[in-house]
């Protein structure tokens, strides 16, 4: 069994610039949560996809986007970066219904 | 709204003892309550979880977590600590399973 993958590891940019992050779900997911988990801190929920549809969303600015796709893999994307979004980006996947995430290893993006 | 207070950011414990962790939780219904453990490099991992039942919650590796509706508190404990529990525990509270709000870390350092 395949578990969560994300992509790339880590990543560079520049303040304005635009950032797309990848998420593999693992086998038998249907759903994907994204989060984000800054220095220090503990993950915050940025939104989740279920059916491809945003089913959720935490307090985050609109230039926070995703997309699901029909294999139920995932994508964030970060548009106008900013220096505060330098953070560890984290993909979790679960089966739709009471259970548990399965959190990937995460994305560490810096933002210079 | 939902917040979780966890203590102690830093507890260092022989190997061998007693390990406790305090989480205090903010939520206005009956919460899903979890225990993450996340260790450098890795992504989150859940140890238990509480939706509903017993009060009293056994996880993975030997924790358990008490849920204290009284004191918004849950918990977690483990009898007898090995090296390879030194990591990050977090702490999540949210209305499902997927929407959660994460305390800010303990980090347990275990001494031989």
């Known amino acids: 069994e395949t578990g969560v993958t994300q992509s790339p590891t880590h990543l560079i940019k520049t303040r304005g610039q635009q950032v797309t992050l990848r998420c593999s779900s693992q086998s038998g997911h249907n759903t994907v949560s994204w989060y984000q988990q800054a220095l220090g801190q503990g993950p915050q929920f940025i939104f989740q996809?279920?059916?491809?549809?945003?089913?959720g969303r935490g307090n985050f600015p609109p230039r926070f986007s995703g997309l699901q796709f029909p294999n139920y893999s995932s994508e964030l994307n970060v548009n106008a970066l900013e220096l505060d979004d330098s953070a560890l980006y984290l993909c979790?996947?679960?089966?739709?219904?009471?259970?548990?995430?399965?959190f990937g290893e995460g994305s560490r993006l810096t933002v210079l | 709204a939902q917040s979780v207070t966890q203590p102690d950011i830093h507890i260092t414990v022989s190997e061998g003892a007693s390990l406790e962790l305090r989480c205090n939780y903010s939520?206005?219904?009956?919460?899903?309550l979890f225990w993450y453990v996340q260790s450098p490099g890795q992504g989150l991992q859940l140890l238990l979880k509480y939706f509903s039942g017993d009060t009293l919650v056994q996880g993975i590796k030997g924790f358990e977590a008490e849920f204290k509706r009284s004191q918004s508190s849950f918990n977690l404990r483990k009898p007898s600590v090995h090296w390879s529990d030194a990591a990050e525990y977090f702490c999540a509270v949210g209305p499902n399973d997927y929407k959660l709000s994460f305390g800010a870390g303990t980090t347990v350092t275990v001494r031989a």
């Open positions: 979790a996947s679960s089966r739709q219904g009471p259970g548990e995430l399965f």
């Open positions: 996809y279920y059916r491809e549809e945003e089913n």
């Open positions: 939520y206005g219904a009956t919460p899903y």
